[in-house]
């Protein structure tokens, strides 16, 4: 089924047959067995992921008249060098042809949101009747965003800012509330659990822990982001820049083009921004080199 990841249903059961259902409900049976000892437990939820499936219920308050298309849905890769372009994209896709079809993605996608989040506060209110709430931390997060047109792109494999930026919220014990502007990266996940259990950070660990930031949301525990694919993003405060593996760039300014609608890596004014990054990407993965050689 080559357009698979389009693919969407809307359920005539009340979604207890899903695996998000059971997960959650398989997460509720073991917190309800209250371990005597510590306890550490990764909850895996499928969707939002294709087929995008969920009871018809939760597609109701996304009817397609709803629906507004990003700001930067159309399609803008002529600046965009070939590596940086998504495989699954309205060139490619007869999807391109059918704007409402589009809007169709977007309601199904948020209509699997939705059910995912069901089942989150089922977890989290089985977790609040237990006798652990109070000594418990919970990590909610995921392994990457995903493209809905933006650009004209669809899916991941990808290193735009809608598929590198992905949710982190953290509920530790004796941390305030709030919210923060910090950069992290997924492998900072590792030392910060470790942190929160008091137990050592493996010298392995590539991580940084995010602690700090947990305790004063105005900390910041690094400068800068990478990910990825068909060659490395380094995301900044200010600057979002992708080097490829065939030395092709791109480089936004994110403050004043979130959308990353115009590749600024080939006009001049921006060449000491662009060699800056580039010097501080080399440092990253040549420190990357560096310890793999060491193991």
């Not at 237990?130 to 997060?141: G, K, N």
């Not at 659990?193 to 940084?208: N, Q, R, S, Y």
Request: charged share 25%.
């Amino acid at each position: 089924m080559p357009h698979r990841m389009f693919v969407s249903v809307k359920g005539d059961a009340d979604g207890t047959e899903q695996p998000d259902y059971k997960s959650a409900s398989k997460a509720i049976e073991l917190l309800k067995q209250s371990p005597e000892r510590p306890f550490f437990l990764a909850v895996g939820l499928v969707r939002p992921h294709y087929p995008m499936v969920a009871p018809s219920e939760y597609f109701e308050p996304y009817g397609i008249e709803r629906i507004k298309m990003p700001a930067n849905w159309h399609d803008d890769t002529d600046d965009i060098p070939k590596l940086g372009i998504a495989k699954t994209n309205n060139r490619k896709n007869s999807i391109g042809k059918y704007p409402d079809n589009q809007k169709r993605m977007w309601a199904a996608y948020y209509a699997s949101v939705t059910f995912m989040d069901h089942q989150v506060g089922r977890i989290l209110d089985a977790l609040e009747d237990s006798p652990h709430r109070d000594q418990t931390a919970v990590i909610f997060t995921s392994d990457h965003g995903y493209h809905l047109g933006e650009h004209g792109f669809w899916q991941k494999s990808n290193l735009h800012e809608e598929v590198i930026r992905i949710p982190l919220l953290i509920d530790a014990p004796g941390m305030p509330s709030g919210q923060t502007d910090s950069l992290a990266e997924l492998v900072d996940l590792y030392p910060t659990i470790c942190d929160l259990v008091g137990v050592p950070v493996a010298a392995a660990a590539e991580g940084t822990s995010l602690m700090p930031v947990l305790a004063d949301s105005t900390a910041s525990v690094k400068s800068e982001a990478l990910s990825f694919q068909n060659g490395t993003s380094i995301r900044t405060d200010r600057w979002h820049m992708m080097r490829y593996n065939d030395d092709s760039e791109e480089l936004y300014d994110m403050h004043n083009d979130p959308g990353e609608t115009t590749n600024l890596a080939n006009q001049s004014q921006y060449a000491e921004v662009l060699k800056g990054l580039r010097e501080r990407l080399r440092e990253r993965t040549d420190h990357f080199t560096e310890r793999k050689t060491q193991r």
